[in-house]
């Protein structure tokens, strides 16, 4: 069965990064893409952007361009989000989710369990 | 970027009630519309994809409707269990969700 497993909870400083991992298994990683969609306590899913497991091309939301770096190791079936430069307002659960992409059709048909991202001095 | 809003942002409504969720988006999206279902301290899970396949697995008593900037989102006869945060997504330009709307049990 498809499972997404994310790394855990983190505690950091303003101005620090952190690095999530996402370690998929039960399909063709490669196959597919992942996105990264956070969650601000109380508050409603935002996009963060996607790589593709395939090639490694990035697609960024612009509000995080120049802090967000995506990647993937296929070797391990893992994708990794690293955001630097972190401020009390990325404090969040950050999840990853399979994106299945076929003909015009795109949704996120499986997710990680989330992985909390507080920050803090 | 496309601008996604929903109504109403919560709603109470009683068991076995028919339930209807509204979404629109800033500019045409075609059919490019997902909705999911997100329960207290849980991940999200699609339920609609494309703006009314119901994805595989999910009750049938949840459907979705529209195109172009106007989405419905129903479930016609409300459960205990579909006690959660429902949010819009469109995927015509990036991704984009909705604020989501709450529903609970009167």
């Known amino acids: 069965q498809v499972q997404l497993v994310q790394s855990g909870a983190e505690v950091k400083k303003p101005g620090a990064s952190v690095k999530v991992s996402c370690k998929a298994s039960g399909y063709t990683f490669t196959s597919y893409g992942i996105s990264w969609v956070r969650q601000a306590p109380g508050q409603g899913l935002e996009w963060m952007g996607w790589i593709s497991a395939y090639n490694g091309n990035t697609n960024y939301a612009q509000k995080l361009q120049g802090r967000v770096t995506m990647t993937t190791d296929t070797s391990t079936s893992t994708a990794y989000m690293e955001l630097r430069s972190l401020r009390s307002d990325d404090t969040a659960v950050y999840y990853c989710?399979?994106?299945?992409?076929?003909?015009?059709?795109?949704?996120?048909?499986?997710w990680g369990q989330g992985t909390l991202v507080t920050v803090s001095s | 970027d496309i601008q996604m809003t929903q109504s109403p942002s919560s709603l109470s409504a009683s068991v076995g009630d028919r339930v209807t969720i509204t979404c629109q988006a800033s500019?045409?999206?075609?059919?490019?519309l997902n909705w999911y279902q997100q329960k207290p301290g849980k991940a999200p899970k699609l339920l609609i994809y494309d703006a009314s396949n119901l994805e595989t697995g999910v009750p049938s008593r949840f459907s979705g409707s529209g195109s172009g900037t106007d989405f419905t989102f129903t479930i016609s006869s409300l459960q205990p269990e579909d006690i959660a945060t429902y949010y819009c997504q469109q995927y015509d330009n990036l991704f984009t969700f909705g604020p989501g709307t709450k529903v609970d049990i009167k």
């Open positions: 500019q045409d999206i075609s059919n490019y």
């Open positions: 989710a399979r994106d299945y992409s076929y003909y015009d059709s795109r949704l996120f048909d499986y």
